[in-house]
């Protein structure tokens, strides 16, 4: 069987050199490499820490999500800081879809929508629970028990 050597997310975007500017600022991203045809960005790779993404203009049968709907891919973050890292997000332009807050199954955080209609779940660990223990919590959610 051949191996999968990785798996790397690629947001499509209405306005490439906009997005790559919003993720430098918001997220801390470097731009590894850039390509353009046509005055749009057919390939873009970006690094944040050791993380990879991609991203590219719309076009070429990709379109970009339109802000204000929900797009089909949600990109999860793991951060060491839900609030510092959602503030910076809004700063560079990003809009709140749910608030920071504390959850049941162990962790902080909330969800924003970048400038180009893509939802970023931005979450850190409070503590480590077990997958048993994670489910009796939302099941307490469920039942009103929490």
């Given at each position: 069987m051949?191996?999968?050597?990785?798996?790397?997310?690629?947001?499509?975007?209405?306005d490439?050199?906009?997005?790559?500017?919003?993720?430098t600022?918001?997220?801390?991203a470097?731009?590894?490499?850039?390509?353009?045809?046509?005055g749009?960005?057919?390939?873009?790779?970006?690094?944040?820490?050791?993380l990879?993404?991609?991203l590219k203009d719309?076009?070429?049968?990709d379109?970009?999500?339109?802000?204000?709907?929900?797009p089909?891919?949600?990109?999860?973050?793991?951060?060491?800081?839900?609030d510092?890292?959602?503030?910076?997000?809004?700063?560079?332009?990003a809009?709140v879809?749910?608030?920071?807050?504390d959850?049941?199954?162990?962790?902080?955080?909330?969800?924003?929508?970048?400038?180009?209609g893509?939802?970023?779940?931005?979450?850190?660990?409070?503590?480590?629970?077990?997958?048993?223990?994670?489910?009796?919590?939302l099941?307490?959610?469920?039942?009103g028990?929490?």
């Open positions: 051949t191996e999968i050597l990785q798996l790397t997310p690629k947001l499509v975007v209405a490439g050199a906009a997005a790559l500017a919003f993720y600022a918001a997220l801390g470097v731009v590894e490499e850039s390509y353009t045809m046509d749009r960005i057919v390939h873009a790779t970006l690094t944040v820490g050791s990879r993404f991609e719309a076009g070429d049968g379109p970009a999500p339109t802000p204000g709907q929900h089909p891919v949600l990109m999860s973050l793991d951060v060491s800081d839900a510092a890292v959602t503030e910076r997000l809004l700063a560079a332009g809009t879809v749910y608030p920071v807050s959850h049941e199954y162990g962790s902080r955080g909330g969800r924003v929508a970048d400038p180009f893509h939802h970023w779940m931005v979450s850190a660990a409070l503590e480590t629970l077990t997958p048993d223990e994670v489910q009796a919590r099941d307490g959610v469920r039942q028990q929490v």
